[in-house]
């Protein structure tokens, strides 16, 4: 919802398969905002296919989850993540946020 108030097109998929599978058909993408606890197929897993194709190689794919610690940030920036958000999302930062990455400003926020 807060990606629509912003004038962003947003697709929502409920597993790490569906994005990937959904990514192939785009021509191309600007961001992806990657839960790290899909079922099915976690982000972790998600990330490493859709960085497999050189079509999405540039895309920032952040890593967003209610798990956010320190030590999962590390984990998501080990995993090849070029971003880190905890949840709750902050409706009062997201917007930032995400110009800040669309920016191409790295972002590794916690809380």
């Not at 990937?20 to 058909?25: F, N």
Request: net charge negative.
């Amino acid at each position: 919802r807060m990606l629509g108030y912003l004038g962003i097109h947003c697709e929502w998929k409920t597993s790490g398969y569906e994005v990937v599978e959904y990514a192939d058909t785009l021509p191309r993408l600007d961001l992806i905002l990657m839960d790290i606890r899909l079922p099915y197929e976690d982000g972790y897993g998600a990330l490493k296919k859709i960085r497999a194709s050189d079509r999405f190689k540039s895309v920032p794919i952040i890593a967003v989850t209610a798990e956010a610690s320190m030590e999962q940030m590390k984990k998501a920036q080990d995993s090849g993540f070029d971003g880190f958000l905890g949840k709750p999302l902050d409706p009062d930062r997201f917007p930032d946020q995400i110009r800040r990455i669309l920016n191409g400003e790295p972002v590794w926020e916690f809380t």
